[in-house]
């Protein structure tokens, strides 16, 4: 496959010079432990003799590659914007303004936990910007990004087998600008924090896609840790909390039972005990209106159920946690189980 594809490529990019390896990288959905009609896609993958008429760079031919990403997801998945850096410490503290563009697609089996280095496929990423950025500081923001946008996103807790996000950068806007030289870690680490930042938020916004078109979801949840000595211990405390089949039920239902969330904060190897005298849990609307406090300093609170009733009436909202131990926090992104979900999964092969 990787090969017919660079056959078919290199009469528009043709390969480079330095390396004899191929330059197509593979992804794959699908039914697990079911092969991939290869004999149909080498067939697709034929000269046509009309390649540079369909290739394309514009608003359709994105939207046309994300509705092909797409399975038992409702929506394409794009997101494009401009990446505004800067950094005090060149071009005179003048910024630079560089594009970025991504596609995704997953709706189920969606509980990523990707490692960096290599490409780990029911959810899938891609994303493209020509910010001019060294290969090692490319792939550091890249794991960053990743840990704090696709790994921090379930809608069902199950991990695909080979979940893949990959990101290209082919410093193609330096051209635009007056730097000569690649954005480096080391050399430059207020222009890569400011990348590096700019991507987490923009790579959010596509993980939170997903969620937002997780199979039979009804509601969107922010899960928020605050208050950990670690960024590791509020991940793992809000990764629990979003698989939780208690938990989400109970959103689905719009019971306001703060009970489940304690119990699986409360489950959770920390690198230090928790004191359950400094937990809070609250509901935050995201209308603006007061945040509902359910348990404060370990003590519960005398909910009003009506109120709560509203706030989880909504389809998006947040439930936050403080645990009192530190200052370091993490979010997580999450639905809640429905009867659909049940009936998209009970049937999936059919």
């Known amino acids: ?20 390896s191929s330059e197509t ?24 003799g009309v390649l540079s008429h369909e290739l394309g760079h514009g608003f ?62 029911t959810l899938l990423g891609c994303v ?10 490319l792939q550091a923001a890249l794991d960053y990004a990743v840990q704090r946008s696709f790994n921090a996103i379930s809608v069902d807790g199950d991990m695909s087998t080979n979940d893949t996000v990959v990101l290209f950068a082919n410093g193609a806007g330096a051209e635009n600008e007056t730097r000569n030289r690649e954005i480096d870690e080391k050399s430059d680490p207020e222009m890569f924090i400011s990348f590096r930042d700019g991507l987490t938020e923009f790579m959010q916004e ?18 928020s840790v605050d208050g950990a000595l670690s960024y590791q211990d509020a991940h793992k405390i809000a990764s629990k909390i979003s698989t939780s089949a208690l938990v989400k039920t109970a959103l689905y239902g719009e019971d306001a039972n703060w ?16 004191d359950p005298s400094r937990v809070s849990v609250s509901f935050v609307p995201t209308d603006g209106s ?47 189980f429905s009867y659909e979900y049940v009936q998209i999964n009970g049937d999936y092969r059919s």
């Open 206 to 223: 596509l993980a939170q896609l997903v969620v937002r078109d997780g199979e039979g979801a009804t509601k969107f949840v922010t899960i």
């Open 60 to 121: 359709s031919s994105w939207e046309s590659t994300a509705r092909a990403f797409t399975t038992t997801d409702t929506f394409p998945k794009l997101r494009a914007r401009l990446l505004n850096l800067r950094s005090d410490h060149h071009n005179n503290g003048r910024g630079e303004t560089y594009r970025i563009a991504g596609i995704d697609k997953g709706a189920g089996m969606i509980h990523p936990d990707m490692i960096g280095g290599f490409p780990h496929a």
């Open 290 to 336: 007061p945040v509902l406090p359910l348990l404060v300093n370990g003590e519960p609170e005398s909910v009003d159920e009506v109120r709560a009733k509203e706030i989880l009436s909504a389809e998006d909202l947040e439930i936050r946690i403080e645990l009192g131990l530190g200052s370091e926090s993490a979010k997580y992104w999450t639905c809640d």
């Open 1 to 20: 496959m990787a090969r017919a594809t660079d056959a078919l490529l290199h009469p528009i990019a043709p390969p480079s010079a330095s390396t004899s």
């Open 128 to 137: 493209a910007t020509d910010a001019p950025i060294a290969p090692d500081a």
């Open 259 to 274: 009970g489940r969330v304690l119990a699986a904060t409360g489950s959770v190897p920390l690198s230090a005990p928790l």
């Open 25 to 48: 990288l593979v992804m794959s959905t699908g039914v697990i432990g079911q092969t991939l009609p290869i004999a149909n896609i080498l067939s697709a993958l034929q000269p046509r």
